[in-house]
């Protein structure tokens, strides 16, 4: 009977010991901001971002410019204007740089929808090549390193794979 037991225990130890190293085994990891950050979609993307972003930078520059110019010339002409025509100056002084915080905010929103829209189709590609990957070498579960998680256990870094996958 002793024997018996000692054989059951025995065996639910190998079992509990082989089921733990089977569920530690199915645990992966990636960071997904480098991987992202190495696909060439991305370089594109940022590169198209950029360019908006100048363009968006030269307009609201000269849109300064022109308000600057305009004030400019309305305080040097402002001793020889009537009271009238001074404030209505002004009031067209302030509906241009009113105009010109309408146009940075707009900007500003334009340029994050492009940003979702241009990242959205990469970061989805990118996640379906971790699961298509992680999922091919029997992981249940890939975490994210590059989110501010320090990863602890020893599992496997999926980059290189998910890059080959990705013909990176």
């Known amino acids: 009977m002793k024997q018996l037991k000692t054989l059951l225990l025995a065996t639910v130890l190998c079992i509990g010991a082989v089921s733990f190293t089977y569920a530690q085994s ?3 990891h990636i960071n997904t901001n480098d991987l992202i950050t190495a696909m060439p979609e991305m370089k594109a993307a940022q590169t198209e971002l950029e360019t908006l972003s100048k363009q968006y930078q030269t307009d609201l520059q000269a849109l300064g410019t022109e308000l600057q110019k305009k004030s400019e010339q309305y305080n040097a002409e402002a001793a020889t204007k009537t009271q009238e025509e001074n404030a209505k100056r002004q009031e067209e002084l302030m509906t241009m740089e009113q105009n010109a915080i309408q146009f940075r ?3 500003q929103q334009e340029i994050e929808e492009k940003r979702d829209i241009l990242f ?10 971790i699961l298509k990957v ?3 070498q029997g992981f249940e579960y890939v975490l994210d ?3 501010g998680v320090t990863i602890v256990a020893d599992g496997k870094d999926l980059l290189n794979d998910v890059k080959k996958e990705l013909g990176i």
């Open 26 to 28: 199915k645990v992966a």
């Open 105 to 107: 905010t707009k900007a």
């Open 120 to 129: 959205k189709p990469i970061t989805e590609k990118a996640r379906a090549a």
């Open 134 to 136: 992680g999922r091919a």
């Open 145 to 147: 390193s590059g989110v």
